[in-house]
């Protein structure tokens, strides 16, 4: 720390208010008489030894005494401590005034004194309180009388240097005590914008951070709903394949026991109730699996993305080879994300890609990725169905599917988990497609993953 450093700091320690107070317009009222203590302490000190000696030569004496009683006060206002600044910053307006009035003495009545005068009245004015603005305009208006009058009058003995005409004395202090009043309307104006600007400025900080409180607070709640329905529905999928087990086993007990017995009809009756009971347990299967999504965020890992599509490919072997498809992936990056869930990405949208194929057509599928930002954006297009645009949004919606089971086997479980697992990641899911001509498929997920606190 320099000099300079520590002497400010010293200053505005004991003239302005406590930093916590920044949005305050006393706050910078203080601020501005540290300043002005910071800055007139070198001048005065450096100007007292040219001056004091000229006093002395030139038998200026109310002058010496002047100079080092506004010197001595200024030393005091800036270092004394435990002094209140109310205090500090009338002492220091009866020291401009004092060394005004002393060069209205000395310099003229009517002439440059003037200036000190309405000098004194401005530093009034930009650190008292607005609602003292008139003092230094009377204050001024007295000065000037007292000192048109006290000259001629005898009552203070007529300096040898000044000639004063009481016209032009008249003239002059007019304009002195006009040009302070207009000072005194004018600055208090000025203050006065500033504390709105600031009231209302702390107003909106303040509504603000009340919002951001019952935002965060719904938030929570959110998120603590969202956790007890994700419990809920994994329990719940969880316990229902016990019971579901039981009537598939017992219904393919009861055709094997007494198939004899049942007729045409009956068999017939317990192939819908088995069929039924197979499409119920992959609904519950994948609904299990879509409340487990998006769980494993914890296990970031950097990915070979060619490896994971390399495993789902094996996965979709028998589909593959059945419509003979094509499959087509670019040079893929690796990327860091949790493994099970970005595979499960893939799976269902290559596996859709497949199944939504169309009759005598062999699928082409083309797995790509770009680089947006801080995000990659994958496409999985296809030459399939397509999907009528009417639809893009529905198809993401949780067993929403656009085909009877007959036409296409399924849950309609598939692109809600991709669409959970991305938003979970911070990322998006979209479709453009044609209808008859085939989908893209395009997702976005962080280049860096940041799980949520
Ligand atoms: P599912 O395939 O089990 O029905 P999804 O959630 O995966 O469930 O898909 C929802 C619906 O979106 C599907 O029923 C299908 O109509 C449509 N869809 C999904 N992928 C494609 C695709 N590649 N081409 C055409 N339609 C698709």
Known sequence: MNIWTIYTKAIKRNCASPADASKDLLYWRNNLFAGTIIYLLPFCLIALIPGLYWSLVTGLYIMVFTDLFVVTCMVILAFVPRISIPLRKSIFIICVYLLSCTMLYYVGLSGSGQVYLLGACLFSLLILPSWSAYLSPILNTIVCVFFGLAIPLKILPWPDNLQNAAGTWIAVSSSTVFLSFLLAALIPRLFNGMEETIRKEKQMQLQLSQQQASLRQAVDMLRQKNVELEQFSYAASHDLQEPLRMITSFLTLLESKYGPQIDGKGKQYIYFAVDGAKR??????????????????????????????????????KYIEEKKAIIHTGNLPDVIFAKAPLKQIFLNLIGNALKYSRQDIVPEIRVAVEEIDAFWKFSISDNGIGVPTEYFDTIFIIFKRLHSNEQYSGTGIGLSTCKKIVEQHQGQIWIESEEGKGSFFYFTIPKQFKPQP
Do not use: K, W
């Not at 914890?298 to 996965?315: A, G, M, S």
């Open 280 to 317: 119920m347990r992959q609904m519950i299967s994948g609904l299990l699996e879509f409340s487990r999504a998006g769980r494993d965020e914890d296990l970031l890992e950097t990915l070979d993305l060619d490896e994971i599509i390399n495993e789902v490919r094996i996965l979709l072997r």
